[in-house]
């Protein structure tokens, strides 16, 4: 079972089905390795700005196929993590693994991005003066580097990919329409769609339902949860009704580090979390 | 856009860069560059009304030389969202490069008499110095224009695009580069002329080189160029590669997070950017018989970017207007009232900033969007043009 051919084989003995961590096991370079099921390592994460502690000895794993919220205070350093994460930003201390073997601290945001990893920004973040087509085409996995991009055409496997990802995220009839000219929800979920277009292996999405009607949150977390399994989620909100439609493991952060984990109810019974939210 | 047929050959794909209309225009000018410019100047009689005077030839062969640069300046600019203030760094790099070879041509001709350039001469230097070696060859002085100037590019771009100096900060740097060489070029020892540069070129290829037919001949190459910058231009950004170039100018950010490296498609396009400039530069000092430091200065390249913004960013034709305007209002100011025209070009800039963020293109597109609203069709296609920058 080859880990890059991931998505596409949905629940179809993927690997981290595949049974007990094999010893000896060949791996490509390059290639996730997901024998212990787990797709996300973060261990001893501090990352400090001017001396403030952003992030205080983060310690996280996200398994593979999971779908994980993250919650906390404003500053608890959600969008910390995931800029180190994507490579944004180089923590001071600490490691972090894709897999067992890929070492992100040790790659730029690109090769991070080709590993298999996608972002989706507080700030619904698309090419405004691209067509919303173009937007998908550009995101869509393929060779990245400029030659090929010089000579590139578009063959019709990869305009039905684009296709169908636009039905996905209902944009079908936008297709053609400037991004810009999108509204905010609908630029929410064009990111979401360039996000899929990239076929990652997990995907970090920062507060994704912001500025979406009830409706169009309700879809969301549809669309999500249908992910799930194929891809692992993370997912950073502070909407707690779409935290609970989700229904994963949640994880509290707080001051930058894990103050509790475990299922909504959970986490909410705390006492700890309810000091933090609601302040001693 | 949309799946095209499958493997359209590349030389159609070349060619669908512009539409019927915009390639009748082109050939249009075509002709007048090749056969109408050449029989009008050597043909017509000086006498004649419709006789183009060398004068007519070498202004306008000059500005067409500057319409390569705007086009090259506003591949990175317009496009690429990057504002290099040091361009004109490049073009005088290329006419340099092509100036050693016609101070070869030379020959004894000089007024020392000697096999040396004069210069070398008055400096009492023996022998040519090392990189001068190979310039009496024109094929040595066609690399020398193309490699050097792409290499400084290429280092110079690399570094400040892997450490990720943008906006004002790189535009700063540019200049602060391009002033650099300018003081470099000055000094006698450097070995370019110095503060005299080179002129008196006599011959190239062994033609004279202020023979009518030269000159014909060396307008209709910087025409060509132009058509060829434009095509090549044209082709690049509505490649992939020019959709992730506008992309990076957007949100650079997101661009990384799907996957592109952006050092590597804005070097590409600063690279290529830098080489048009050289190669308009080679074309322009046989035509003006000079090359000197000053076309280095920081004004000469400050003045390349408002050719650009007066005819519009991101149009690629806009640069061209731009520059033909703004040159062709030097060349009357200057004879008429010089004094006024360092005003003028500073009015224009604010001008253009201020009121035509899109230049002379983007206010056409307007004034057309408004009379088509006029008539009561429907404007929205104009003006999402408008707003995606109309093409040539």
């Known amino acids: ?70 919650i906390g205070p404003n500053g608890a350093g959600k969008t910390t993590m995931m800029d180190v994460i994507t490579g944004k930003t180089r923590p001071d201390e600490g490691t972090v693994f894709f897999g067992q073997t890929i070492d992100l601290t040790r790659l730029s945001e690109p090769e991070i991005a080709h590993s298999g990893i996608g972002r989706k920004f507080q700030k619904p973040t698309i090419f405004e003066n691209h067509t919303v087509f173009e937007n998908l085409e550009l995101a869509m996995k393929t060779d990245k580097r400029v030659w090929r991009s010089l000579f590139a055409t578009l063959d019709s496997a990869a305009g039905d990919r684009i296709a169908e990802t636009l039905q996905l995220i209902r944009l079908a009839t936008d297709a053609d329409r400037l991004a810009g000219l999108l509204s905010h929800g609908q630029k929410q979920w064009l990111e979401i769609g360039m996000l899929l277009m990239q076929e990652p292996k997990l995907l970090l999405l920062d507060e994704p339902v912001a500025g979406m009607t009830d409706e169009e949150t309700e879809r969301t977390g549809e669309l999500f949860l249908s992910l799930a399994g194929r891809h692992s989620l993370v997912v950073v909100e502070h909407d707690m009704a779409f935290v609970k439609q989700l229904g994963g493991k949640v994880t509290v952060l707080h001051e930058g580090s894990v103050l509790a984990e475990g299922s909504l109810e959970e986490v909410q019974a705390d006492q700890r979390v309810i000091e933090v939210y609601l302040g001693r | 856009m949309r799946p095209s047929p499958a493997r359209t050959p590349f030389i159609v794909r070349l060619g669908s860069s512009f539409d019927a209309r915009s390639w009748r225009l082109i050939g249009l000018f ?31 062969g000059k500005i067409l030389c500057y319409a390569i640069v705007a086009v090259a300046m506003d591949l990175i600019w317009g496009y690429g969202g990057i504002l290099s203030l040091g361009h004109g760094l490049f073009f005088a790099l290329g006419g340099y490069g092509f100036g050693m070879y016609l101070m070869r041509q030379i020959g004894r001709d000089g007024s020392y008499q000697s096999d040396l350039p004069d210069f070398m001469v008055f400096l009492d230097w023996k022998e040519l110095p090392w ?15 193309l490699v050097v100037p792409a290499l400084i590019a290429f280092i110079f771009g690399y570094f400040a695009f892997r450490s990720r100096i943008k906006g004002v900060y790189f535009s700063i740097i540019t ?64 490649s992939k590669f020019g959709r992730v170039l506008t992309a990076i100018r957007d949100a650079e950010s997101r661009v990384m997070f799907i996957g592109y490296n952006p050092l590597w498609y804005k070097l590409c396009a600063w690279t290529l950017s830098a080489v048009l400039c050289a190669i308009a530069g080679a074309l322009y000092v046989p035509q003006v018989g000079i090359i000197n430091p000053s076309e280095m200065s920081v004004g000469n390249s400050i003045e390349i970017a408002i050719w650009v913004a007066v005819g519009g960013r991101g149009t690629l034709i806009g640069p061209v207007i731009g520059a033909f305007l703004v040159n062709l209002a030097k060349s009357w100011f200057t004879v008429s009232f010089p004094e006024y025209w360092l005003f003028f070009l500073g009015t224009l800039f604010i001008v253009a900033t201020l009121y035509l963020p899109q230049g002379v293109v983007g206010l056409w597109a307007r004034l057309r969007a408004g009379r088509r609203r006029g008539e009561g069709a429907a404007a929205g296609t104009t003006s999402a043009a408008a707003a995606k920058g109309v093409g040539a």
């Open chain 1, 1 to 70: 079972m080859n880990a890059v051919d991931l998505a596409p084989t949905n629940g179809d003995n993927p690997d981290w089905d595949s049974g007990t961590a094999e010893l000896g096991h060949i791996l490509k370079p390059g290639q996730l390795d997901l024998s212990h099921k787990v797709i996300l390592y973060l261990e001893d994460i501090t990352v400090s700005f001017d001396g403030f502690r952003a992030l205080n000895k983060l310690s996280l794993t996200i398994d593979a196929g999971e779908l994980r919220c993250i």
């Open chain 2, 175 to 238: 200049q602060a580069l391009t002033y650099a060489a300018m003081l470099l070029f000055f000094r006698n020892e450097t070995g370019f002329g110095g503060n005299n540069g080179f002129t008196d070129f006599k011959r190239i290829l062994g033609h004279p080189i202020t023979a009518p037919e030269t000159r014909v001949v060396l307008f209709a190459l910087s025409a060509l160029a132009l058509i060829g910058t434009l095509l090549l231009a044209r082709y690049l950004v509505r």
């Open chain 2, 30 to 60: 075509a002709a007048f560059a090749l056969i109408a410019v050449p029989v009008m100047h050597l043909a017509l009689p000086a006498d004649h009304p419709l006789h183009l005077s060398t004068w007519f030839i070498t202004l306008v």
């Open chain 2, 131 to 145: 990189f001068w070696i190979g310039s009496d060859s024109f094929l040595w002085a066609v690399l020398l224009v």
